[in-house]
């Protein structure tokens, strides 16, 4: 039997370790791993995290924490491919978390992942252009990538035969186009062609990313034009005529809608019966955000005045009339907007006019706010100019609707509403018809608005129906007058002018002017023009039209009364007050206390018949018990008649019964007050009237007027002996009688030349002679006449220039002395 011989193995090396499997389910072990030094070890490690950050988002925070992208971020550099793609791999999914984005950012990756764009492993473009996508979202990782020339590399990969590769580069381009520069540089690099193929790929979210990007980098017009000349527009239409591509219509649309802004692509695709198509599909589609994105598509086509005119030659109106009656919100704004761009064209305009303006007004009830205020823009373009369409508004019933509108919350609805009733207004049946229904009232709102635009169009508003009386009195009684003056200070030049346009149209009648005084209107006025940038034509109007309807603060403020200045009953001459200064009402003054001070000449020649009735009534009661001063308050009136009571009943129980009688009569309480009437005043008139009319010449009455005047005023006055005429003595006298600083100016004997110059204004105002009041300095006052003098001798047929002339009223009255002669300026100075 042989023996066994045993063979022997050989020890390993001592310097070489021998092989060692490691199972580890931490994954702060395995990111350990990532820093060694062996290439398997490292693959393996990038595979299981690639494993572990799949599964969620909370795993990719828990690999941020252990530090695992600072050392991937070395690995996708490393020379070896397996470890490289492994890394890129873990990458790009980690990228889809905030946090890693954020320390990508700060890492500076793109210029690492950029270069790996080169010809190299797909699936490395694949997670590198992932990545990319990741994190092109920020704005700062897009101005990255462009400046470090990414926009080529990425786009040579849109050819790539990997689906994944596509999807990633074409989505990276479409937030990179985002910002304007790269929009530009993609056309530069030729992006067209390539997204026009991807349009033909079988997976449709890369069909919808490159439609995404066409959209966006068709806003351009170079764009636009190699889009035609590459046949895009051919491409896109087959895209609409395919039923099974109807995921992407909306997208195409979109696209089709940028492409129509350019006339010349108008009329390609209308002569290629495009355009017919395109209107077609519209009609028969059902999808909302079709028909949406086709109205939208319309109204940018509309900002070109060609285009409209094309589109109305296609009838294009009815398409949107139609896409009104859709149950969709926004398809009703999107049609809305799209009318309104399509306004521009006066034939579209009277189309929509017959069709559409029922339509749009029903929609002013809609519950949703954007509807109401796309439908009212609309309306507001569609009245513009047109008062057929403005009639058409009326018979719709949309007036209450619009009013109602006004006040909404949107500031778009409320200024376009607004705008829609100014243009109606220009009608004056439906300006009554809209007044009715209590505008006025509702725009002190609007008045009082943050926005400027709605203040501007509510203040033109205002000046669209202020011009009548009921509407004005309807504005003062709402309070509308304090936030209109207010807008006299906006620093808006529209809302400033048209708030001056509004104050100026308001002022028509004296109760309105003398409110918008009391508000500070005047000293508002006054400032502004002042100002050479604030000034306008209607801040000078308004001025001037608040004083020729408050005469009272006229005369007081500028001191002066022109012919046209016809002074009616409630004038009073308060004297010159200081600019800033607020001249107080005739009311209010009358229940000032008696003072030292000039006396208030006031003006009326008109009888008051609820004055008469009350002293008819009461003329039965004793003096001391009846006699009420002209102007005593009705408090201290009704104070006065119940004194009557307080006497001993055995004594004057036959007055009390009286008392009681006219106070269950009369509600003084009830009774608006009003200044006593001047009945010497009335008398002057009369005389007057009846002596000075009868003469034939202007000449003559202003001379036979002075001479009545001062015969009225106390005489003809020796220059030398005007000292001497105690006139400041009798008016002391009148106000002491009367117990006011108030004195009618019929109850003036003495009067000095301010007086007689007021007189004279007042009573050649009665009989149509025209004449101005001037105030001068030191109490002195006189007024001014035009006159015609006569041809010279011997000449005939030759009609002069009038001349104006100083009417003298003090010392020879009814001598007429030139304007800017010696006399003139003796009468006026000395």
């Known amino acids: 039997m042989g023996?066994?011989?045993?063979?022997?193995?050989?020890?390993?090396?001592?310097?070489?370790?021998?092989?060692?499997?490691?199972?580890?389910?931490?994954?702060a072990t395995v990111v350990l791993m990532l820093d060694s030094p062996e290439e398997e070890v490292l693959a393996k490690a990038c595979d299981a995290i690639y494993k572990f950050a799949s599964k969620g988002d909370e795993n990719k925070v828990a690999l941020l924490g252990l530090g695992a992208v600072e050392r991937l971020y070395k690995l996708i550099s490393h020379e070896d491919p397996i470890v490289r793609r492994n890394a890129m791999m873990v990458f790009g999914i980690m990228a889809s978390n905030h946090d890693v984005k954020k320390l990508l950012r700060e890492l500076d990756v793109t210029s690492s992942l950029l270069s790996h764009l080169v010809p190299e492993d797909v699936v490395i473009h694949e997670f590198a252009t992932l990545c990319l996508a990741h994190m092109a979202v920020e704005y700062t990782t897009k101005v990255q990538i462009f400046e470090q020339g990414g926009l080529e590399p990425l786009i040579s990969l849109l050819s790539s035969p990997d689906p994944d590769v596509t999807k990633n580069s074409v989505e990276c381009i479409y937030l990179l186009v985002q910002d304007f520069q790269s929009r530009a540089a993609v056309c530069e690099l030729n992006v067209i062609p390539p997204l026009l193929d991807l349009l033909k790929s079988e997976y449709p979210v890369i069909q919808l990313?490159?439609?995404?990007?066409?959209?966006?980098?068709?806003?351009?017009?170079?764009?636009?034009?190699?889009?035609?000349?590459?046949?895009?527009?051919?491409?896109?239409l087959k895209i609409l005529e395919t039923n099974e591509f109807n995921d992407l219509h909306v997208e195409a649309l979109a696209v089709l809608g940028n492409c129509l802004e350019d006339v010349h692509t108008m009329q390609l695709i209308r002569q290629t019966g495009g355009l017919k198509k395109l209107l077609s599909f519209v009609g028969v589609s059902t999808v909302p955000d079709i028909q949406k994105n086709a109205a939208k598509a319309i109204a940018k086509a509309a900002c070109d005045s060609e285009n409209r005119k094309i589109l109305n030659e296609e009838n294009v109106e009815n398409c949107l009339i139609n896409l009104l009656?859709?149950?969709?919100?926004?398809v009703k704004v999107a049609a809305s907007q799209a009318i309104s761009a399509m306004c521009e064209n006066l034939a579209s305009k009277r189309a929509f006019g017959l069709q559409g303006i029922p339509q749009l007004v029903q929609l002013l009830s809609s519950d949703d706010e954007e509807v109401k205020e796309a439908a009212v823009i609309a309306l507001a373009n569609l009245t513009t100019a047109s008062p057929s369409n403005a009639s058409a508004v009326a018979e719709a019933e949309g007036i209450e609707p619009l009013v109602k509108t006004l006040n909404t919350e949107r500031h778009g609805a409320v200024a376009n509403a607004?705008?829609?009733?100014?243009?109606?207004?220009?009608?004056?049946?439906?300006?009554?018809?809209?007044?009715?229904h209590g505008v006025m009232s509702v725009l002190t709102e609007p008045l009082r608005s943050a926005s400027s635009r709605v203040q501007s169009r509510a203040a033109l508003t205002v000046a669209a129906f202020g011009c009548d009386a009921n509407a004005r009195s309807e504005l003062r009684d709402a309070g509308g007058l304090g936030p209109l003056v207010e807008l006299l200070h906006s620093k808006d030049k529209e809302v400033r002018r048209n708030a001056c346009w509004a104050v100026m149209v308001c002022a028509s009648d004296e109760l309105t002017a003398v409110e918008l005084c009391r508000l500070g209107a005047l000293d508002i006025l006054e400032e502004i023009n002042q100002s050479t940038g604030r000034r306008n034509n209607f801040s000078e109007a308004a001025l001037e039209r608040l004083l020729d309807n408050n005469l009272s603060q006229k005369y007081s403020q500028m001191g002066y009364l022109s012919s046209s200045n016809v002074i009616t009953d409630g004038f009073y001459d308060y004297g010159k007050i200081k600019p800033g200064v607020k001249l107080l009402s005739l009311e209010e003054l009358s229940m000032q206390e008696l003072a030292d001070r000039r006396a208030i000449i006031f003006i009326n020649a008109k009888p008051q018949e609820d004055v008469l009735a009350v002293e008819e009534k009461l003329q039965h009661l004793s003096y001391e018990q009846t006699t009420l001063s002209p102007f005593t308050s009705r408090k201290s009136s009704r104070e006065k008649v119940r004194k009557g009571k307080g006497k001993k009943e055995e004594e004057k129980m036959k007055e009390v019964e009286i008392v009681s009688e006219v106070q269950d009569e009369i509600n003084l309480e009830d009774i608006q007050w009003q200044p006593p009437p001047d009945f010497m005043l009335m008398n002057y008139i009369n005389d007057a009237s009846k002596t000075i009319l009868p003469l034939t010449t202007t000449r003559e009455q202003v001379v036979a007027l002075a001479q009545f005047v001062a015969d009225k005023m106390g005489g003809a006055i020796e220059r030398d002996k005007l000292h001497d005429f105690s006139w400041e003595l009798h008016i002391s006298e009148i106000k002491f009688e009367l117990k006011s600083n108030i004195v009618p100016i019929g109850k003036v004997k003495k009067g000095t030349f301010y007086h007689r110059a007021l007189l004279f204004k007042v009573i050649a105002d009665r009989l149509g002679i025209g004449c101005s009041l001037v105030r001068g300095e030191y109490n002195r006052g006189w007024n001014e006449v035009k006159l015609v003098d006569d041809s010279p001798q011997g000449v005939t047929g030759l009609l002069l220039p009038p001349q104006e002339y100083i009417v003298d009223l003090m010392f020879v009255p009814g001598f007429l002395m030139k304007q800017e002669s010696v006399e003139a300026d003796q009468y006026k100075y000395i």
Do not use: H, W, Y
């Not at 009733?421 to 300006?431: A, C, D, V, W, Y």
């Open 3 to 27: 023996k066994k011989v045993r063979k022997e193995v050989e020890p390993p090396p001592k310097d070489v370790f021998e092989p060692l499997l490691i199972e580890s389910k931490a994954a």
């Open 418 to 436: 607004a705008a829609v009733l100014t243009n109606m207004s220009t009608q004056e049946p439906l300006r009554l018809c809209i007044q009715s």
């Open 325 to 330: 009656e859709i149950d969709d919100d926004g």
């Open 209 to 236: 990313l490159a439609l995404k990007t066409l959209e966006v980098i068709s806003k351009d017009r170079e764009t636009r034009i190699i889009l035609g000349e590459n046949q895009g527009l051919d491409c896109l």
